[in-house]
T-cell receptor, first 115, second 113 residues
Framework: EAGVAQSPRYKIIEKRQSVAFWCNPISGHATLYWYQQILGQGPKLLIQFQNNGVVDDSQLPKDRFSAERLKGVDSTLKIQPAKLEDSAVYLC?????????????FGPGTRLLVL | AQSVTQLGSHVSVSEGALVLLRCNYSSSVPPYLFWYVQYPNQGLQLLLKYTTGATLVKGINGFEAEFKKSETSFHLTKPSAHMSDAAEYFCAVSTSGNTPLVFGKGTRLSVIA
């Protein structure tokens, strides 16, 4: 079974530029999460999708961050414009909705450096 | 709201020694508890999880954890450390099937030859 795929693995941009990350969850996983992991901290939820609907985006900085999952499979996370404090690893995770509790499977992450 | 506290940002043990990584949680409802491991430049891998039932949970790579409700703890142990265990370990809590995980800040485990 293929795992959660993410791309790119690394990205370096200047502040005020825009950037997008892509995630392909495990086949059949209806729930998808984006987490932000700042150096030295645990991952923090940005947004949770159930199929193509948003379940929880309360911690997403909506003035600069956006995310979508149009067909209920792949997802993209965008930052526009980026700030220095957005430097972090962005982790995508997915899970089978029917299991309770379900285990989240994580992708390798995208490491973003904002200069 | 839930929270997780991991005592010790860095733990160093000798190869073959006992590994003990501490985790305390706060939750207003019965929690689901998890331990994840993260190797450099990789995503998080599930080591073990507690849901209900037996409070001693066995995971992969010889790790186990015990849920102690009275102490609100879920400490991770391994009898004998291997060099390959060197990594970052995260404790996490959730409260129902698909609620997002709330993570601790992590503990970096170093294993000395």
């Amino acid at each position: 079974e293929a795992g959660v795929a993410q791309s790119p693995r690394y990205k370096i941009i200047e502040k005020r530029q825009s950037v997008a990350f892509w995630c392909n969850p495990i086949s059949g996983h209806a729930t998808l999460y984006w987490y932000q992991q700042i150096l030295g901290q645990g991952p923090k939820l940005l947004i949770q999708f159930q199929n193509n609907g948003v379940v929880d985006d309360s911690q997403l900085p909506k003035d600069r961050f956006s995310a979508e999952r149009l067909k209920g499979v792949d997802s993209t996370l965008k930052i526009q414009p980026a700030k220095l404090e957005d430097s972090a690893v962005y982790l995508c995770a997915s899970t089978v909705t029917s299991a309770n509790p379900s285990s989240q499977y994580f992708g390798p992450g995208t490491r973003l450096l904002v200069l | 709201a839930q929270s997780v506290t991991q005592l010790g940002s860095h733990v160093s043990v000798s190869e073959g020694a006992l590994v003990l990584l501490r985790c305390n949680y706060s939750s207003s409802v019965p929690p689901y508890l998890f331990w994840y491991v993260q190797y450099p430049n990789q995503g998080l891998q599930l080591l073990l999880k507690y849901t209900t039932g037996a409070t001693l949970v066995k995971g992969i790579n010889g790790f186990e954890a015990e849920f102690k409700k009275s102490e609100t703890s879920f400490h991770l142990t391994k009898p004998s450390a291997h060099m390959s265990d060197a990594a970052e370990y995260f404790c996490a809590v959730s409260t129902s099937g698909n609620t997002p995980l709330v993570f601790g800040k992590g503990t970096r485990l170093s294993v000395i030859a």
